[in-house]
């Protein structure tokens, strides 16, 4: 089975853009996470979707968004980029979420705001 | 909600040594726990996962203990080798029924040869 896969892996944009983010989980999982990851906060949650709806919401402003297609392919988007949204975005893809099953990591997109 | 604690930032061992690792909980005792490697630049590898009527896991070289009297997982990796050499992340979730995972901020364990 192909693993989780994110595009673009790199991205560079300046404050005040927005942004949108991809990521294909593996083939039959249905949960799809998304994580913000920097050097002082370490993994964030951001939120998690399941068949296309959102089950939990970390504590993130309202400029992050997602969604979640029937395919169980994901985006987020952050709007009105500020240079504290640089950051690693992690997104997490499992069979049905939860504690008891392991996420599967894609490698993540690189996002940096100028 | 849930609070995770690792309580090293950094660990260096000597080569053939154990390493262990510490992770505390507090707020909701969950009923499991999972353990990850991270290497620079590269998601987060799934480990070992924890149930809480399990005091004990083991994989290989590596073993994973669950006190919930103590609120706490201690993570060994015995023989070490410098390719263990990476950051380390315990993760519960964050609440009773919840679909969030919360993770620590992680141990970066260095092996020295």
């Known amino acids: 089975k192909a693993g989780v896969t994110q595009t673009p892996r790199y991205l560079i944009k300046t404050r005040g853009q927005q942004v949108t983010l991809s990521c294909s989980p593996i083939s039959g999982h249905r949960s799809v996470s998304w994580y913000q990851q920097t050097p002082g906060q370490g993994l964030q949650f951001l939120f998690e979707?399941?068949?296309?709806?959102?089950?939990n919401k970390g504590n993130f402003p309202g400029r992050f968004s997602g969604r979640q297609f029937s395919n169980s392919r994901s985006e987020m988007n952050v709007s009105t980029l500020e240079l504290g949204d640089s950051a690693l975005y992690l997104c997490?893809?499992?069979?049905?979420?939860?504690?008891?099953?392991?996420?599967?990591f894609g490698p993540g997109t690189r996002l940096t705001v100028l | 909600s849930q609070k995770i604690e690792q309580n090293s930032e950094a660990l260096n061992i000597q080569e053939g040594k154990t390493a262990t690792l510490t992770c505390n909980y507090t707020n909701y005792s969950p009923a499991y726990l999972q353990w990850y490697r991270q290497d620079p630049g590269r998601g987060p590898v799934f480990l070992l996962l924890?149930?809480?009527?399990?005091k004990e896991k083991r994989k290989e070289r590596l073993k994973v203990t669950f006190d919930t009297t103590l609120k706490q997982s201690l993570f060994h990796i015995t023989a070490s080798q410098p390719a263990d050499s990476a950051t380390y992340l315990c993760?519960?979730?964050?609440?009773?029924?919840?679909?969030?995972?919360?993770f620590g901020k992680g141990t970066k364990l260095s092996v020295i040869p």
């Open positions: 997490a893809s499992s069979p049905t979420g939860g504690g008891y099953n392991e996420q599967f």
């Open positions: 993760a519960t979730l964050s609440g009773a029924g919840s679909y969030q995972l919360t």
């Open positions: 979707y399941f068949s296309e709806t959102q089950r």
């Open positions: 924890i149930r809480e009527n399990e």
